[in-house]
């Protein structure tokens, strides 16, 4: 029996956590029956760790045994395997050696701010990243990511353990598998260089053990070519049964074993996440949450009975079913609406838990326009006091799009304005008046599912917060999906000359739509439009109406047998040419002066932030278009900018610190 040292990872710095460094003990041995799984070898080895002793889950590395745990150096460790609960072999006591890294130690759900993060060090952690789930044609090393990742200020990722890349245990790419039970020692070999990867840029990752395609047969589906399908010779008669057969789950449970016995030492393990978007399984598309939530309690219950660094448990869907975050760790939605700006700021915070966007995207790509998209989720996330920092879902486009600057421009704001720290924070009203105006344009910042605000009061109401509740696929009140969409949508607003409201149209559902487009005049519904679309169209084209000057009051109604998809609505000449959107955290507070089209460079913004403190402010502005900063001396009083503000870029960011008198 052999003591080593191996990769040694540091769990803290400074006086609040000792340095620890990882320790293994291997056995070389022949192992009769399955090596992964626990009812034939059950290898755990006791650990003495100076005085304490520890109990490890022992893996098969290929030649036999080995364990891990984490030691503070220079502390004496010795180990000894027990195998189906019998010893075998001896140990002698061993110093444990190496070099720290600086990660601070395991991430846990701070318990003095339960809706933010903390390290074991006691410094708060704010998760600020892009998704890294797999290595393609554009991003061939994953490790190499990792260290783009970090050298632009990124701390976090999130891999998954798919089959199209060799990091699934169960399945390979082409859908074959191991004999019943094993594991492919590939895909275990390459969850070896992720994890090595992410320690040495210093990224935490959440694990995503499982992902929706296994068990869906509509929505990105694997099903069809997965080995546990009777169809393919496996057990699983449908994607259903995986959640409730008991060999699946009890190879399910050798999985997330495994994991934590190889891994599960790693503090750049940011979480375990149990499944990437189940709320595209069979069972969800079918209703059966009841029994998807039971999976995910029973698995997060087994998972921190056996991890002995307790590590957070988590899962990612939409956010309908409470019941299946009951026992998550943190909450982790998904969404790729018109408006990002829209979804992400007017995304409701749970008051217990910690929140934040997983995923994000626009809902087409457009190169040009894409660093604006990423720039959204990024400060609206920020601005609203999210727990972590929203992340971009394609990071295989962060070259070609020029997505690195804004990661590294942000990144920057986020150290000068000490966001991790600012978790009391809160939303900041603000309000911009601008010499010059500009088209409004709407674009709704709900995908698939519930709209909750009906009137809009324009431009005032056509920011990220409102429009967060506003869904881009307009049911019929009165169809089968009427309790998504339950109202016409309703928008008041004053032209100061004649102008047009563009209802642009991007999709029409299968089962064919139509629009009815009126005005409420003198107190009576008067039509203006209407349209009818037959089934599954893209881009079927604009609906314009024409309007007067003066006082209006739109009504939009989706009349048809389902739904039509909106892009976005435009009324010529009704914006300012800057919106603006605030947080603030006592004294301090940041700023997005968002232009909304290329005239805002230049112009003079009246800026009232009613509530804020008066006094002298020490302004760091970013200016967006060229990345650099500047500095300002800003007077507030009386919740209002004392003189006009003028804009350096069509779009900035403004760090507010109050000056000491």
Known sequence: ??????????????????????????????????????????????????????????????????????????????????????????????????????????????????????????????????????????????????????????????????HWDRKNPYMKPDGTGPKLGWMLPEALGKWDRVVAGAEKHGIRFQFVLFHHGLFSTDVNPNWDMHPWNAKNGGFLKTPTEFFTNATAKRLTKNWLRYAVARWGHSSSIFCWELFNEVEWVEPARKGNWKLISDWHGEMADYLRSIDPYDRMVSTSSHMDHPELWAKMDFISPHGYPPSVLGMVSGMTKDAKKPQFFGEFGGNEYVKEAEAKIVRDGIWASLLRGHSGVASYWYWDRMEEAKIWPEMKAASEAIAKGRFAVRGKGIAQPVSVATTGRTDLEIRPGVGWGKTTKFRFSLPEEATGEHLGQLSAYFNNPKGGNGALFAEPLRLSFTLASPGSLLLDVAEISGGGAAVRISAIRNGKDVTLAEKTWPGKQENPGDVTVQLPAGKHEIVITSSGADWFRVARIAIPGLSPTVFGMAFRDGDFAA?????????????????????????TYAAEILNFDTKAWSNQSWMVKSGRLSAPFVMPGEDVAVLLTKSAR
Request: hydrophobic share 40%; net charge neutral.
């Open 1 to 162: 029996m052999m003591l080593s040292s191996v990769m040694m990872l540091a769990l803290g710095q400074g006086d609040a956590v000792e340095a620890k460094v990882v320790v293994q003990i291997q056995v070389p041995a022949q192992v009769a029956g399955n090596p992964y799984e626990p009812s034939e070898n059950d290898a755990v080895v006791v650990f003495r760790v100076g005085s304490k002793e520890e109990r490890r889950i022992a893996f098969f590395d290929g030649k036999g045994w080995t364990a891990r745990t984490l030691a503070v150096a220079g502390t004496k460790v010795s180990g000894q395997l027990m195998l189906n609960g019998k010893s075998v072999g001896s140990s002698s006591p061993a110093s444990v050696f190496g070099t720290d890294l600086p990660l601070g130690g395991m991430v846990k759900v701070d318990p003095q701010a339960p809706t933010r993060f903390v390290l074991s060090n006691g410094e708060p952690f704010l998760p600020f990243g892009t998704n890294t789930s797999w290595e393609n044609e554009a991003v061939p090393d994953l490790t190499a990511y990792f260290a783009k990742l970090s050298a632009n200020g990124g701390n976090w990722g999130r891999v998954w353990a798919n």
């Open 591 to 615: 700023l997005r002066l968002r232009g909304e089209s290329s005239v805002a460079k230049g112009d003079s913004a009246t800026i009232s932030l009613p509530g804020m403190p008066d006094g």
